[in-house]
Nanobody
Framework: QLQYVESGGGLVQPGGSLRLSCAAS????????FGWFRQAPGEEREGVAC????????NYADSVKGRFTISRDNAKNTVYLQMNSLKPEDTAVYYC????????????????????WGQGTQVTVSS
């Protein structure tokens, strides 16, 4: 069972930037893809971005393409979400998640493949 330590959330004005970090531990054998999800009050959780184990493949929700960038530092077991040009509708609790594959480092999970998440970090975009 992976453990996550998420950080970097906070209050930012529209147009501002934040970088979220997720330090993971508890790996077993396999290739771990990571993702970021978010959930706003009264809304369903949605996938935001994901990255393959190798870091060579990424996927983004249409609403954040061109503004958010997911990356990872495997030496630090950490995944990042750089969020630029933030909008009020980006306000949500952001969660780190992972999916392990046994046979490839290049696979991107579907949003529904993720089944567990960290504690989350609050991002509030407001003037």
């Amino acid at each position: 069972q992976l453990q996550y330590v998420e950080s970097g959330g906070g209050l930012v004005q529209p147009g501002g930037s934040l970088r979220l970090s997720c330090a993971a531990s508890g790996f077993t054998l396999g290739y771990y893809a990571f993702g970021w999800f978010r959930q706003a009050p009264g809304e369903e959780r949605e996938g935001v971005a994901c990255i393959s184990s190798s870091g060579g493949s990424t996927n983004y929700a249409d609403s954040v393409k061109g503004r958010f960038t997911i990356s990872r530092d495997n030496a630090k077991n950490t995944v990042y979400l750089q969020m630029n040009s933030l909008k009020p509708e980006d306000t949500a609790v952001y969660y780190c998640a992972a999916k392990v594959f046994l046979y490839s480092s290049n696979i991107l999970p579907r949003w529904a493949d993720f089944s567990s998440w960290g504690q989350g970090t609050q991002v509030t975009v407001s003037s």
